[in-house]
């Protein structure tokens, strides 16, 4: 069965610079969800998307920005990186109607150096 | 503000012992709540949903219970492998967002479990 698919799975990037994170959610599904989980940490939710339009927002900073395309798959764009940025980053997608579970893809280990 | 708590942090047992993992959430409004499993470094990996109308859930050696109006949910795991080393992750959601789609998940911060052969 398909699975939520993000890419890179590994991103290095230095302090300042700009990452982008895609998400690739299941086939069908309508609503997207980004965390972030640092070392240690429970999953923090960052944003989410609901038919292309955001649904929801969490603890994302002001330097981070998503959005959902015609065709599902969510972009999380990070600029002007910090050390604290670096953390694993994860897609989930669900479905409504239904029973929403939520799917999570494996992840992006962002590091900052 | 929901709360999800997971007691406890980490718990080691032997090969072939059942155990139990507990998940309770402050807000007893939920729409479901799902059981997750991460290995290091991994995704989560859904294992059981269970909906709020919903007692418990069952697949495989997995059980979860779910008592809404006092905000607990249990994980069964029986007769424990090795394999099942891992954190486990309680997460609750609370229902349709009104701007469209589903509420995201809140997460407890998991309990690390070590079976050890």
């Known amino acids: 069965a398909a699975g939520v698919i993000q890419s890179p799975r590994h991103l290095i990037k230095e302090k300042r610079e700009t990452a982008t994170l895609k998400c690739y959610p299941i086939?069908?599904?309508?609503?997207v969800y980004w965390y972030q989980q640092g070392p240690g940490q429970d999953p923090q939710f960052l944003i989410s998307?609901?038919?292309?339009?955001?649904?929801d927002k969490g603890s994302i900073p002001d330097r981070f920005s998503a959005q959902q395309f015609s065709d599902y798959h969510s972009e999380l764009n990070m600029s002007s990186l910090e050390l604290g940025d670096s953390a694993l980053y994860f897609c989930?997608?669900?479905?409504?109607?239904?029973?929403?579970?939520?799917?999570f893809g494996q992840g992006t280990r962002l590091t900052v150096v | 503000k929901q709360e999800v708590t997971q007691i406890p942090a980490a718990l080691s047992v032997p090969e072939g012992e059942n155990l139990v993992l507990n998940c309770s959430f402050t807000d007893s409004a939920i729409y479901n709540l799902q059981w997750f499993r991460q290995d290091p470094g991994k995704g989560l990996t859904s294992l059981l949903l269970i909906q709020s109308s919903q007692r418990e859930q069952t697949s495989g050696r997995l059980n979860a219970s779910l008592d809404k109006s006092s905000g607990r949910s249990t994980l069964y795991i029986a007769a424990s492998q090795p394999g099942d080393s891992a954190t486990y992750l309680c997460a609750v959601r609370k229902g349709d967002h009104p701007q469209g789609g589903s509420e995201k998940l809140v997460f407890g911060k998991g309990t690390k479990l070590t079976v050890n052969p």
């Open positions: 086939p069908r599904h309508d609503t």
């Open positions: 998307f609901y038919e292309k339009m955001q649904s």
């Open positions: 989930a997608s669900s479905s409504i109607p239904g029973n929403t579970e939520a799917f």
